[in-house]
């Protein structure tokens, strides 16, 4: 099981980005992906899930109406597109495929993580 994450980088406060997690070594239809971040000092922490094969999606009360998260099954890609970027976004934000098909199951295995930086 691998999970490459990308898209990360330095933008301004009320810009954008897209965010991509490359899953290999199983098909993520079948398993939930969630996006976690961690900021300086703080700990990790979820901030949006989705199960394809239910279609299901969870956000954190923090990033809803900002966060989108997709999937392309046929890429095993893993999407969050994320707009209007506060600087309170900035962390390294991580995949994870969750153990089960449900986001409110535990993560099992983590990308290495791309850092977001939100700075004027």
């Known amino acids: 099981v691998q999970l490459v994450e990308s898209g990360g980088g330095l933008v301004q406060p009320g810009g954008s980005l897209r965010l991509s997690c490359a899953a290999s070594?199983?098909?993520?239809?079948?398993?939930?992906i969630g996006w976690f971040r961690q900021a300086p000092g703080k700990e990790r922490e979820g901030v949006s899930c989705?199960?394809?094969?239910?279609?299901?999606?969870y956000y954190a009360d923090s990033v809803k109406g900002r966060f989108t998260i997709s999937t392309d099954n046929a890429k095993n890609t893993v999407y969050l597109q994320i707009k209007s970027l506060q600087l309170e976004d900035t962390a390294v934000y991580y995949c994870?495929?969750?153990?089960?098909?449900?986001?409110?199951?535990?993560?099992?295995?983590w990308g290495q993580g791309t850092q977001v930086t939100v700075s004027s």
């Open positions: 994870a495929r969750l153990q089960t098909y449900r986001c409110s199951s535990s993560p099992e295995y």
């Open positions: 989705i199960s394809s094969s239910h279609g299901t999606t």
């Open positions: 070594g199983f098909t993520s239809g079948y398993y939930a």
